[in-house]
């Protein structure tokens, strides 16, 4: 009855109004284009179902790692669609339960719920059940903290409480609204999730990656709404203040036993933030590398071992695919699966039952996958950043995987019995419901199995949950001694609860146990009592610096977090400690000083290398840090000097000492230019910084050099970027001079790219006019200079003195697309006959290259030519686009139908963004970092640029890759095939 009543409520939502007018709703058609040709579905023929398993047969479809089992901690009817788990401190579940997955949102009263569930006999299994709190849209997460439920249902976040006891939440009070309602549409695969009580005393919320809208709390409207803008949340359970932090994740977040953050995408099974959203911006001037980072060895979107059977409906999408018959990428090359495409609900594993080699690592599912996959989390070579490997004992299996295809494990949680559970949402169907052609949606039933779900828990070999109160998660009466004592627990969930316990009663009387924890030999326990004794204002300074002093590295680093109680030879000595993590730390977090200036200058010396440190220390610097290696600029990384020097000029009110360092014989052209650099972000230039000449003699030896057609090359190149500084007419004038017949092509190159930034019609002129005079680089320097202003790409076409053949594939795309008309006009009529032809003439072309057996050692030189600037491909490549790595093993029709199609699905981080400065100039690429002060766009080459957002005149995008179509041209099918097996043999 159930199951009929849905259908009709499917068949007829116009029954039902939208209660808060979020549209949630479209069609295949609509998101990726109609079907091309009449296709027809026989649902009895093409769409043969697998049966549910029944829970009594459930485990027995399970292939576990050996020396583990599972145990059905429950199934329906206690529980239906779990997709997240919590308990509170009586050892009580509570679980989410997402009924109206994926399209019956808009159903009301809603049919999202909360049930509470208890193991009252204490056996495992949990057989009591009641809905504690329902009429919820889409709820994705929850936790228990101060008496009360907090729930997660876009717009809002909700708070439920019990006041009678009766297991039924009669209080029900809007916390914190506006999550998603800066979105177009809402995405059910983009929604807030893993609500999760941090260290800090504060409960964090995965925003969902790209969320939008004005987050406010409704208790608290003396407090100013914040704009979401792609972040995670944060908020207090006692004040409710909130906040936002680094995020950009999907569905999947975690904290291991040191507070360090873990999450999931969909194609991305491992993200790690390497630092904390505190530090991106301590310096206007420069930008950290992004945070968040993909840290698995094997790509985010890794081999997978499913042992379950691929759905019909999916093997005929793929076919429909195939054939072109409907859009959309072609998955796994035809096999539908083997590789992560769904992956969710990482959680790292923080439980005693496992044994010390399993604390820490991560458990990731792949929801339509079958699967739990384990990575174990090591410090990468630079000590500073994490990495995740497959276990040596699991290649070429999973650590658990069913035979089942309706089994979804899609979320984990550590439970107070020390094992770690799975929420197995149990559907028939699990998929975005967009991505479905409408012809096959149509006979399938995307709600079947929402009267279903498993909750299942993760045990060795031999295990018995100890006996207890204590290990039933009962801990509600325990004293504050005992809560103490309990920070020191082997389990994770206890000293979390323990904790956030000692939080929310506030008893003073905990402070000198606390203090006492501290004196302690378990580096664990003081991570905990720390923030605790910080929740009761009795941290003490003393307290912080015996704490930096600790024999454990993570208990000196979180030390560090508190850096405005350490004193100034306390971190000193941590600027030199042996951890790499704690000095990267160091430089992050110590406060601005004389003696911090001294230190970080030390580092420097010592080899302040590699992409982690170099930026914690410069992101530190100025000024104070220049005047400390003036002296030593010549010994440093160049980059590291460059950089330094760039940021000393941006930040100086006067010049004059820097300009004296950098024309101190022998003169560096590149710390000119960095010098004006750091003197254009800070709203000056070389020539009103240049107050008593000094770079006059520096030009004119330039001159001089760029004069003498005997001397080095690379002497002549330099002193062409040099006069790029200089505004004077001999400059200008010897700049002309370079683009001449018979100068060496690196000194042409050279002095395009200087010349290039005149926006003067003079310059134009003479770029264009000098084509015949470059050789094969210089052309293709001179293309990009050209076309990166509109006037000047529409003064090259009417030249006509390019070849067609000349301009390369992702030229012509970007001229016959020219926002202005005139330019695009006059591409189509001069670039007519290197227009490539349409996407379906060239895929029926290169069709055989699927199954044609390519060479890879001559793929190798295909990638060379063509993919080289963008695509990373082991140690070769540079980083633009998707590691080829990450997509080997997409399949070979995949992978060709992104080579020939790559706007047909763009990942997020992968759109193209066309970026127009004020001075005129046009850049196109995609945006790596983007805050409030600055913008930084990584180009085809691997450039990088970042421009102050006092620079930009505006940006735009299609939603395009920055990848052209086009590519093929001058390629056979050969060709084509040596490239694909090349790219599946890394």
């Not at 809603?110 to 809905?131: A, P």
């Not at 017949?741 to 005149?758: C, T």
Request: charged fraction near 25%; charge should be neutral; glycine fraction near 10%.
């Amino acid at each position: 009855m159930t199951r009929l009543i849905l259908g009709l409520l499917a068949l007829c939502p116009s029954v039902f109004a939208q209660s808060d007018g979020i549209k949630t709703k479209t069609t295949y058609a609509k998101a990726y284009g109609e079907t091309k040709n009449a296709v027809a579905v026989d649902p009895g023929k093409d769409l043969p179902r697998y049966p549910a398993v029944e829970p009594k047969d459930a485990i027995s479809t399970w292939q576990v790692k050996k020396g583990f089992k599972l145990q059905l901690a429950a199934h329906e009817p206690q529980v239906r669609d779990p997709i997240a788990i919590c308990f509170d401190e009586r050892g009580r579940m509570f679980v989410c339960e997402m009924h109206d997955y994926s399209e019956m949102r808009d159903v009301t009263p809603h049919m999202g719920r909360i049930s509470m569930l208890q193991d009252k006999d204490g056996d495992g299994y949990y057989e009591t059940s009641q809905i504690f709190a329902d009429d919820l849209p889409w709820p994705t997460g929850l936790v228990w903290a101060n008496g009360g439920l907090y729930v997660g249902a876009t717009p809002d976040i909700w708070r439920f409480e019990d006041k009678d006891g009766d297991g039924k939440a009669e209080k029900r009070e809007k916390v914190f609204t506006g999550f998603g309602t800066g979105l177009k549409m809402l995405n059910v695969q983009g929604l807030m999730n893993s609500f999760m009580w941090g260290q800090d005393n504060r409960i964090h919320v995965l925003a969902g990656g790209g969320n939008r809208g004005v987050i406010t709390c409704l208790k608290r409207p003396d407090l100013k709404g914040i704009e979401l803008g792609g972040k995670d949340f944060w908020f207090d359970p006692l004040t409710h203040e909130f906040g936002l932090e680094g995020g950009g994740a999907q569905y999947g977040m975690s904290f291991d036993n040191y507070g360090r953050k873990f999450g999931c995408s969909n194609s991305d099974h491992l993200q790690y933030w390497v630092y904390d959203d505190q530090y991106a911006n301590r310096n206007p001037y420069y930008q950290m590398p992004p945070a968040k980072q993909s840290i698995a060895v094997d790509g985010g979107a890794a081999e997978v071992f499913r042992i379950s059977p691929d759905e019909p409906w999916r093997i005929i999408r793929t076919r429909w695919r195939i054939a072109g018959v409907v859009k959309g990428a072609v998955e796994g090359g035809g096999r539908v699966s083997g590789y992560f495409t769904g992956a969710t609900g990482t959680t790292i594993y923080r439980g005693d039952a496992y044994g010390p080699e399993f604390v820490n690592n991560s458990f990731t599912g792949d929801a339509g996958g079958q699967l739990v996959h384990r990575k174990i989390i090591k410090p990468s070579a630079d000590g500073i950043s994490l990495i995740g490997e497959r276990p040596a004992d699991e290649h070429g299996f999973e650590f658990a995987a069913s035979k089942d295809t309706w089994v979804r494990a899609v979320n984990f949680a550590n439970a107070p019995d020390g094992c770690l559970h799975i929420c197995d949402m149990y559907r028939e169907v699990i998929e975005h419901p967009w991505s479905i052609p409408d012809e096959i949606k149509k006979h399938i039933d995307l709600n079947n199995g929402n009267d279903r779900g498993r909750i299942y828990r993760i045990v060795p070999d031999g295990w018995q949950r100890a006996k207890g109160e204590e290990r039933r998660g009962n801990i509600a009466n325990s004293t504050t001694e005992e809560l103490v004592k309990l920070l020191s627990h082997p389990n994770g969930w206890h000293r979390d609860t323990a904790q956030r316990l000692l939080y929310e009663r506030q008893d003073k009387a905990a402070v000198p146990m606390l203090t006492k924890v501290l004196n302690g030999d378990n580096a664990l326990a003081k991570l905990h009592a720390m923030n605790a004794l910080e929740s009761f204002a009795a941290l003490q300074a003393a307290f912080v610096v015996s704490a930096a002093k600790d024999a454990d590295a993570q208990v000196r680093e979180a030390a560090l977090r508190r850096a405005s109680k350490l004193d100034e030879p306390t971190l000193a000595a941590l600027a030199a400690d042996a951890s790499p993590r704690v000095r990267f730390q160091t430089a992050l977090a110590a406060p601005k000083s004389a003696s911090r200036d001294a230190w970080l200058a030390k580092m420097a010396r010592e080899g302040a290398s590699g992409k982690w440190m170099s930026a914690a220390v410069l992101g530190a610097s100025g000024t104070g840090l220049f005047e400390q290696l003036r002296d030593d600029l010549s010994k440093l990384e160049p980059s590291f000097a460059e950089s330094l020097i760039t940021l000393a000029a941006a930040e100086a009110k006067d010049a004059t000492d820097l300009i004296a360092v950098v024309t101190t014989e022998p003169v560096r052209p590149a710390w000119v230019k960095a010098l004006g650099d750091g003197l254009r972000r800070g709203g000056s230039n070389l020539i009103k910084a240049d107050k008593e000449g000094k770079l006059n003699a520096v030009f004119a030896k330039a001159v001089a050099t760029i004069a003498d057609s005997f001397g080095p090359n690379d002497a002549r190149a330099e002193a062409v970027e040099l006069l790029g500084l200089s505004s004077s007419k001999e400059a200008t004038h010897a700049l002309a001079s370079c683009l001449a017949q018979g100068q060496v092509e690196v000194v042409q190159s050279a002095a395009i790219r200087v010349l290039a930034q005149n926006s003067s019609t003079a310059t134009t002129t003479a770029l264009i006019g000098n084509w015949p005079h470059y050789g094969a680089k210089a052309k293709t320097v001179a293309l990009e200079a050209l076309l990166s202003r509109e006037d000047r790409a529409a003064a090259l076409l009417e030249a006509k003195v390019v070849k067609a053949e000349e301009f390369s594939a992702s030229q012509v795309q970007d001229l016959i697309k020219h926002k202005s008309p005139k330019v695009a006009a006059a591409a189509k009529a001069a670039l007519a006959s290197v227009i490539p032809p349409s996407r379906e003439e060239v895929t029926a072309k290169f069709k055989p290259a699927i199954a044609a057996k390519g060479d890879a050692q001559k793929g190798q030189v295909q990638y060379m030519t063509r993919c080289v600037a963008c695509h990373k491909a082991g140690a070769l490549g540079l980083a633009v686009g998707p590691d080829l790595i990450t997509v080997k093993t997409k399949g070979s029709e995949a992978l060709l139908t992104a080579i020939l199609e790559p706007h047909k699905e763009v990942a997020s981080q992968f759109i193209a963004y066309t970026v127009n400065t004020k001075d005129g100039q046009t850049l196109a690429g995609i945006i790596t970092n983007d805050t409030a002060s600055s913008m930084t766009i990584r180009m085809m080459g691997g450039i990088e640029k970042t421009l102050q957002r006092a620079e930009i005149k505006g940006s735009s995008s299609s939603g395009q890759s920055l990848m052209p179509e086009g590519l093929e041209t001058g390629m056979t099918v050969e060709d084509m095939a040596d490239l694909i097996s090349y790219i599946e043999s890394l």
